[in-house]
């Protein structure tokens, strides 16, 4: 910490540690923060200009005498905390935001402190008339690095948007990684007898087993060096005409080739399930066009108008 910061510091530690010793000895008060009497005094004398306001009737007030000082007048630090009522919400919101994060408060806290603040606000707060809402992998971080560092099996509900489908699964966790913004938990599945990786965004539920995750001997955490998706030579090779706005895709994803045709784009790239180009085109409104393979171009405006007519 800096010089300034040091001095800061202490200053808000004075006054509280004053006021609990009534008169203090100014050698046993430089002696216990660890500084020279000369260097105590200079900054006690800084306290008389603080204050709740620049009137001096609500400046602290120090007096010396001989070794010893007192505080004559704390500021009003020692009246009992008083919250506004957006202070208090403020806080109660905070530490509601924090129960909604699976492991981060223990024993009940969250609730005693939130007690405390109603206490000190002289008010009920109804959090429940604040809309809060956690991105989704911040509220299931700390569940997944649990079951990292544990070793243990997790319970899970996951949606998955290319088939517009939610499972239920138990899964083995490996490891937690992050990669273009987005927190990813790779786990054995027993579901699909196989390795997945799953986004914490697409998290519906999920639970930390009181069991031990059941990974193959043979199982090793991917390679990401080359990025979270690395298309295979069996995967389905597709062409797409991108319009603006969507040339996104093939900076996003890896493609094959990518040519400019005026304001739109050819691109090619590979596929591990044709659900995902589907759902793209139902996306763009239109911007996005399947060229190849023809049975994809054809089924694609099918599945799209089957869509629209269940409205």
Request: hydrophobic letters at 40%; glycine letters at 6%; charged letters at 25%.
């Amino acid at each position: 910490m800096s010089e300034t910061g040091d001095r800061v510091s202490r200053l808000l530690a004075l006054v509280p540690y004053l006021l609990a010793q009534g008169t203090a000895s100014i050698s046993e008060t430089a002696a216990a923060f660890d500084i020279t009497e000369e260097q105590l005094r200079k900054e006690l004398e800084m306290l008389w200009l603080c204050g709740s306001s620049s009137g001096p009737e609500d400046l602290i007030d120090l007096m010396f005498d001989g070794d010893t000082v007192s505080v004559t007048y704390d500021g009003g630090l020692s009246r009992p905390l008083k919250l506004t009522g957006s202070e208090a919400m403020t806080l109660a919101v905070a530490l509601r935001t924090l129960t909604d994060v699976p492991g981060a408060t223990q024993g009940g806290a969250a609730e005693r402190a939130l007690a405390k603040i109603e206490t000190a606000s002289g008010r009920h707060l109804d959090t429940t008339a604040v809309d809060i809402r956690l991105a989704a992998q911040d509220r299931w971080l700390s569940l997944a690095q649990r079951s990292v560092a544990e070793r243990r099996a997790v319970q899970l509900r996951y949606y998955t948007a290319t088939r517009d489908e939610s499972t239920e699964r138990v899964v083995d966790p490996v490891q937690v990684f992050s990669a273009d913004g987005v927190t990813y938990l790779e786990a054995w599945c027993r579901r699909a007898e196989g390795m997945r990786i799953f986004r914490l965004d697409r998290f519906e539920a999920a639970t930390l087993l009181d069991e031990p995750a059941r990974i193959p001997a043979d199982v090793t955490p991917s390679d990401l060096s080359g990025g979270v998706y690395r298309p295979a030579p069996e995967h389905l090779l597709v062409e797409l005409r991108l319009g603006p706005g969507w040339h996104w895709v093939s900076d996003y994803y890896p493609c094959e080739t990518v040519a400019d045709e005026g304001e739109r784009q050819l691109v090619s790239l590979r596929v591990s399930d044709p659900a995902w180009v589907s759902a793209l085109v139902r996306r763009s409104g239109g911007a996005v066009t399947v060229l190849a393979p023809e049975w994809l171009a054809r089924s694609v405006p099918n599945e799209a108008a089957t869509a629209l007519a269940a409205y």
